[in-house]
Nanobody, 119 residues
Framework: VQLVESGGGLVQAGGSLRLSCVVSGSTFSINAMGWYRQAPGQQRELVAPITTPDGSTNYADSVKGRFTISRDNAKNTMYLQMNSLKPEDTAVYYC?????????????WGQGTQVTVSS
């Protein structure tokens, strides 16, 4: 199983980016997914989780009202729409998934995608 992120880049403050995370590989079911981020010298923090099957979401206080997490179950893809970006949003963003594979539950991480917001 692989998680592959895309969509990071350099953007000016106030701009927008959309991150994508595609889950691929052997037979699996997705229990939950989420986006994390890690800024230089800081611990990795949870930005937004989304659960299965009801798709309930939650957000870190720092991104509420600006970021939106969503999923396309048919495509095994998760998104993070980031609007009104601030320099403090600069970080490596990681996709995380809790998957059930052949009756066992595993935790998977993507490789990360850099988001840089200039002031």
């Amino acid at each position: 199983v692989q998680l592959v992120e895309s969509g990071g880049g350099l953007v000016q403050a106030g701009g927008s980016l959309r991150l994508s995370c595609v889950v691929s590989g052997s037979t699996f079911s997705i229990n939950a997914m989420g986006w994390y981020r890690q800024a230089p010298g800081q611990q990795r923090e949870l930005v937004a989780p989304i659960t299965t099957p009801d798709g309930s979401t939650n957000y870190a206080d720092s991104v509420k009202g600006r970021f939106t997490i969503s999923r396309d179950n048919a495509k095994n893809t998760m998104y993070l729409q980031m609007n009104s970006l601030k320099p403090e949003d600069t970080a490596v963003y990681y996709c995380h998934a809790i998957l059930e594979v052949r009756g066992y539950v595993y935790s998977y991480w993507g490789q990360g995608t850099q988001v840089t917001v200039s002031s």
